[in-house]
Protein backbone atom coordinates (compact mmCIF):
# COMPACT_ATOMS: atom_id res chain seq x y z
CA UNK A 1 0.00 0.00 0.00
CA UNK A 2 1.25 3.37 -0.36
CA UNK A 3 2.80 5.48 2.31
CA UNK A 4 4.16 2.47 3.44
CA UNK A 5 8.19 1.58 3.41
CA UNK A 6 8.85 -1.55 2.80
CA UNK A 7 10.79 -3.13 5.07
CA UNK A 8 11.42 -7.42 6.32
CA UNK A 9 8.57 -9.32 5.23
CA UNK A 10 5.54 -10.05 7.72
CA UNK A 11 4.13 -12.92 8.44
CA UNK A 12 0.49 -13.94 10.37
CA UNK A 13 0.19 -16.92 12.21
CA UNK A 14 -2.89 -18.05 13.67
CA UNK A 15 -2.39 -19.99 17.24
CA UNK A 16 -1.67 -22.27 18.20
CA UNK A 17 0.43 -22.21 15.71
CA UNK A 18 3.92 -20.65 16.46
CA UNK A 19 6.59 -20.09 13.41
CA UNK A 20 10.19 -18.94 13.28
CA UNK A 21 11.90 -18.03 10.32
CA UNK A 22 15.46 -15.61 9.69
CA UNK A 23 14.74 -12.66 8.15
CA UNK A 24 11.17 -12.93 8.45
CA UNK A 25 8.88 -11.06 11.03
CA UNK A 26 5.75 -13.28 12.51
CA UNK A 27 3.30 -12.26 14.31
CA UNK A 28 1.06 -14.33 16.17
CA UNK A 29 -3.13 -13.99 16.28
CA UNK A 30 -5.88 -16.07 17.24
CA UNK A 31 -8.34 -14.15 14.78
CA UNK A 32 -8.05 -14.88 11.02
CA UNK A 33 -11.70 -15.98 9.77
CA UNK A 34 -11.60 -17.07 6.29
CA UNK A 35 -13.31 -13.91 4.91
CA UNK A 36 -9.99 -11.99 6.13
CA UNK A 37 -7.73 -14.20 3.64
CA UNK A 38 -7.00 -13.72 -0.25
CA UNK A 39 -4.49 -15.22 -2.15
CA UNK A 40 -1.54 -12.86 -4.08
CA UNK A 41 -0.99 -15.55 -7.26
CA UNK A 42 -0.24 -18.61 -5.04
CA UNK A 43 0.22 -17.44 -1.57
CA UNK A 44 -2.17 -16.58 0.58
CA UNK A 45 -2.52 -13.03 2.00
CA UNK A 46 -4.80 -11.18 4.35
CA UNK A 47 -7.29 -9.02 2.95
CA UNK A 48 -6.79 -5.14 2.31
CA UNK A 49 -9.37 -4.52 5.26
CA UNK A 50 -8.03 -7.34 6.96
CA UNK A 51 -4.44 -5.75 6.87
CA UNK A 52 -5.45 -2.06 7.38
CA UNK A 53 -6.98 -3.25 10.92
CA UNK A 54 -3.08 -5.12 11.39
CA UNK A 55 -1.59 -1.63 10.42
CA UNK A 56 -3.56 0.24 12.78
CA UNK A 57 -1.95 -0.47 15.60
CA UNK A 58 1.97 0.54 14.01
CA UNK A 59 1.08 3.84 11.60
CA UNK A 60 -0.02 7.16 12.83
CA UNK A 61 -4.10 7.51 12.73
CA UNK A 62 -3.11 10.38 10.04
CA UNK A 63 -1.32 7.94 7.66
CA UNK A 64 -3.57 5.45 8.63
CA UNK A 65 -6.80 7.38 7.20
CA UNK A 66 -4.39 8.37 4.30
CA UNK A 67 -4.35 4.49 3.53
CA UNK A 68 -7.94 4.06 4.15
CA UNK A 69 -8.88 6.66 1.22
CA UNK A 70 -6.09 5.13 -1.34
CA UNK A 71 -7.62 1.83 -0.61
CA UNK A 72 -11.24 2.94 -1.51
CA UNK A 73 -10.15 4.93 -4.56
CA UNK A 74 -8.12 1.82 -5.81
CA UNK A 75 -10.57 -0.50 -5.45
CA UNK A 76 -9.00 -2.50 -2.27
CA UNK A 77 -10.81 -1.88 0.56
CA UNK A 78 -14.48 0.04 0.69
CA UNK A 79 -15.52 1.90 3.48
CA UNK A 80 -18.60 -0.90 3.88
CA UNK A 81 -16.20 -3.95 4.02
CA UNK A 82 -14.10 -2.16 6.72
CA UNK A 83 -17.01 -1.56 8.50
CA UNK A 84 -17.93 -5.62 7.96
CA UNK A 85 -14.56 -6.27 9.14
CA UNK A 86 -14.91 -4.45 12.16
CA UNK A 87 -17.73 -5.66 13.42
CA UNK A 88 -16.43 -9.35 12.71
CA UNK A 89 -13.33 -8.33 14.75
CA UNK A 90 -15.55 -7.25 17.78
CA UNK A 91 -17.42 -10.34 17.44
CA UNK A 92 -14.29 -11.99 17.88
CA UNK A 93 -13.29 -10.57 20.58
CA UNK A 94 -11.02 -7.97 18.63
CA UNK A 95 -9.87 -5.13 20.95
CA UNK A 96 -7.91 -2.07 19.64
CA UNK A 97 -10.72 -0.86 17.43
CA UNK A 98 -10.60 2.83 18.20
CA UNK A 99 -8.43 4.35 15.58
CA UNK A 100 -10.28 2.71 12.69
CA UNK A 101 -13.86 3.22 13.71
CA UNK A 102 -13.11 6.75 14.55
CA UNK A 103 -11.69 7.09 11.07
CA UNK A 104 -14.85 5.31 9.71
CA UNK A 105 -17.30 7.28 11.85
CA UNK A 106 -15.69 10.32 10.40
CA UNK A 107 -16.39 8.93 6.77
CA UNK A 108 -19.72 8.56 7.05
CA UNK A 109 -22.91 9.05 4.10
CA UNK A 110 -21.84 11.39 1.36
CA UNK A 111 -18.28 11.05 2.14
CA UNK A 112 -15.67 11.26 -0.92
CA UNK A 113 -12.29 9.85 -1.05
CA UNK A 114 -11.66 12.16 -3.95
CA UNK A 115 -9.04 11.39 -6.45
CA UNK A 116 -6.26 12.33 -4.42
CA UNK A 117 -5.44 13.39 -0.70
CA UNK A 118 -4.52 17.05 -1.30
CA UNK A 119 -7.92 16.99 -2.67
CA UNK A 120 -9.38 15.39 0.32
CA UNK A 121 -6.55 17.84 2.19
CA UNK A 122 -8.35 20.89 0.75
CA UNK A 123 -12.08 20.11 2.21
CA UNK A 124 -11.38 18.80 5.46
CA UNK A 125 -8.94 22.47 5.59
CA UNK A 126 -12.36 24.73 4.18
CA UNK A 127 -14.92 22.50 7.02
CA UNK A 128 -12.27 23.22 9.70
CA UNK A 129 -11.75 26.89 9.10
CA UNK A 130 -15.57 27.00 9.67
CA UNK A 131 -17.20 27.11 6.09
CA UNK A 132 -19.99 24.53 4.85
CA UNK A 133 -18.44 21.63 4.20
CA UNK A 134 -18.01 21.13 0.83
CA UNK A 135 -19.25 18.61 -2.25
CA UNK A 136 -16.35 16.86 -3.82
CA UNK A 137 -16.36 15.51 -6.90
CA UNK A 138 -19.31 17.10 -7.95
CA UNK A 139 -20.81 16.71 -11.00
CA UNK A 140 -21.80 19.05 -13.49
CA UNK A 141 -23.97 18.65 -17.14
CA UNK A 142 -23.44 21.12 -19.17
CA UNK A 143 -25.29 20.49 -22.73
CA UNK A 144 -24.77 16.68 -23.73
CA UNK A 145 -21.27 16.76 -21.32
CA UNK A 146 -20.57 15.66 -17.62
CA UNK A 147 -17.82 17.55 -15.93
CA UNK A 148 -16.51 16.71 -12.42
CA UNK A 149 -15.05 19.53 -10.56
CA UNK A 150 -13.01 18.21 -6.92
CA UNK A 151 -14.41 20.45 -4.92
CA UNK A 152 -17.29 22.12 -5.30
CA UNK A 153 -19.90 24.59 -3.91
CA UNK A 154 -23.28 24.41 -5.72
CA UNK A 155 -25.15 26.60 -4.65
CA UNK A 156 -22.96 29.30 -5.34
CA UNK A 157 -21.93 27.62 -8.83
CA UNK A 158 -18.24 27.89 -6.83
CA UNK A 159 -15.47 25.18 -8.26
CA UNK A 160 -11.98 24.60 -6.83
CA UNK A 161 -9.77 22.05 -8.64
CA UNK A 162 -6.29 20.56 -7.41
CA UNK A 163 -3.71 20.29 -9.77
CA UNK A 164 -1.41 17.35 -9.38
CA UNK A 165 1.48 17.05 -11.64
CA UNK A 166 0.87 13.65 -12.18
CA UNK A 167 -2.96 13.97 -13.90
CA UNK A 168 -2.53 17.48 -15.08
CA UNK A 169 1.05 18.43 -16.84
CA UNK A 170 0.25 16.46 -20.17
CA UNK A 171 -1.15 18.46 -23.18
CA UNK A 172 -4.53 16.36 -22.95
CA UNK A 173 -4.97 17.00 -19.96
CA UNK A 174 -4.74 20.47 -19.76
CA UNK A 175 -6.63 20.60 -22.82
CA UNK A 176 -9.37 19.26 -21.42
CA UNK A 177 -9.06 21.17 -17.78
CA UNK A 178 -9.58 24.42 -20.42
CA UNK A 179 -12.37 23.12 -22.08
CA UNK A 180 -14.03 22.35 -18.62
CA UNK A 181 -13.35 25.29 -17.35
CA UNK A 182 -14.55 27.42 -20.47
CA UNK A 183 -18.22 25.19 -20.46
CA UNK A 184 -18.54 26.01 -16.62
CA UNK A 185 -17.94 29.69 -16.92
CA UNK A 186 -20.17 29.93 -19.84
CA UNK A 187 -22.81 28.10 -17.34
CA UNK A 188 -21.83 30.56 -14.59
CA UNK A 189 -19.20 28.45 -12.79
CA UNK A 190 -16.02 30.37 -11.37
CA UNK A 191 -12.97 28.20 -11.34
CA UNK A 192 -10.48 28.41 -8.67
CA UNK A 193 -6.94 26.53 -9.24
CA UNK A 194 -4.92 25.27 -7.11
CA UNK A 195 -0.92 22.81 -7.29
CA UNK A 196 1.48 21.93 -4.75
CA UNK A 197 3.07 24.98 -4.24
CA UNK A 198 -0.15 26.61 -2.71
CA UNK A 199 -0.13 26.76 0.76
CA UNK A 200 -3.35 25.25 2.78
CA UNK A 201 -3.85 28.14 4.41
CA UNK A 202 -3.98 30.29 1.41
CA UNK A 203 -5.80 28.16 -0.05
CA UNK A 204 -8.84 28.81 2.98
CA UNK A 205 -8.21 32.15 2.39
CA UNK A 206 -8.91 32.56 -1.43
CA UNK A 207 -11.39 30.10 -1.06
CA UNK A 208 -13.30 31.87 2.12
CA UNK A 209 -12.59 35.33 -0.16
CA UNK A 210 -14.15 34.48 -3.37
CA UNK A 211 -17.04 31.97 -1.63
CA UNK A 212 -17.85 35.60 0.66
CA UNK A 213 -18.11 37.68 -2.80
CA UNK A 214 -19.99 35.48 -4.22
CA UNK A 215 -22.53 35.16 -1.21
CA UNK A 216 -22.78 39.17 -1.11
CA UNK A 217 -23.12 39.89 -4.87
CA UNK A 218 -26.01 37.19 -4.74
CA UNK A 219 -27.68 39.28 -1.70
CA UNK A 220 -26.57 36.37 1.24
CA UNK A 221 -25.38 37.40 4.32
CA UNK A 222 -21.53 36.48 4.82
CA UNK A 223 -20.49 34.55 7.95
CA UNK A 224 -16.63 34.80 8.46
CA UNK A 225 -14.90 31.32 8.71
CA UNK A 226 -14.61 30.55 12.43
CA UNK A 227 -17.45 32.75 13.34
CA UNK A 228 -19.86 30.97 15.89
CA UNK A 229 -23.63 32.72 15.20
CA UNK A 230 -25.32 33.49 18.01
CA UNK A 231 -28.69 31.33 18.49
Known sequence: MRGLLLGLPELLVEAP???????????????????????????????????????????????LGRIIDESSRRGLASYAE??????????????????????????????????????????????????????????????????LIDVAYPDIQLGIEYDSEEAHSGFAAKQHDRARDRALMIVGWKMLHFGRGDAIGAVVRDVAAARARLLSSAGASVVAPGTKVAG
Open 17 to 63: RRLHLPGVITHLTTCLPPAHVTTRGPVPVTSPARTIFDLSTVVSPWL
Open 82 to 147: LGRCADLLAARGRRKLTVVRALLDNRGPGYHPGDSDPEVDIAHALTRAGLPRPAQQHQVVVGKRVF
